[in-house]
């Protein structure tokens, strides 16, 4: 498992490098655990989280798989950007594939009217 995380976050840093969050185009950064996902916009000149959203702020009424919530935590955060003023974003995956659920963030911010 340790292997596992230290090459996440190899390809994160080596992700990082080239990804720079403005003002102008805030960061959005994606965080996945086993049981929960988390999205922040962080604008790096400042080092400050502009908006943040997880998928423990949903009020789900039935069952969801975690990509239909993942999808949901995408919308959110970008339904958030939108009330900050927020329209275009740099898309930081943080070293994971861009498939499954941080697939699914990403078309749900896309939806939600941020663009990447």
């Known amino acids: 498992m340790r292997k596992k ?3 996440r976050e190899r390809r994160k840093l080596r ?3 080239k990804i720079f969050g403005t003002k102008e185009r805030p960061r959005l950064c994606v965080f996945r655990s086993n049981k929960h996902i988390y999205a922040q916009i962080i604008d790096d000149t400042e ?3 502009l908006v943040s959203a997880r998928d423990q ?3 789900l009424s039935e069952k969801k798989t975690r990509i239909e919530i993942s999808y949901e935590v995408g919308k959110l955060i970008a339904q958030k950007a939108l009330e900050k003023g927020i329209k ?5 995956r943080s070293g994971y594939k861009y498939h499954g659920r941080v697939k699914a963030l990403a078309e749900g911010a896309r939806a939600g009217g941020l663009e990447f």
């Open 57 to 59: 702020e949903l009020k």
């Open 47 to 49: 080092g400050k989280t």
């Open 5 to 7: 995380l230290s090459k």
């Open 88 to 92: 275009k974003v740099v898309f930081d």
């Open 15 to 17: 992700i990082r490098k």
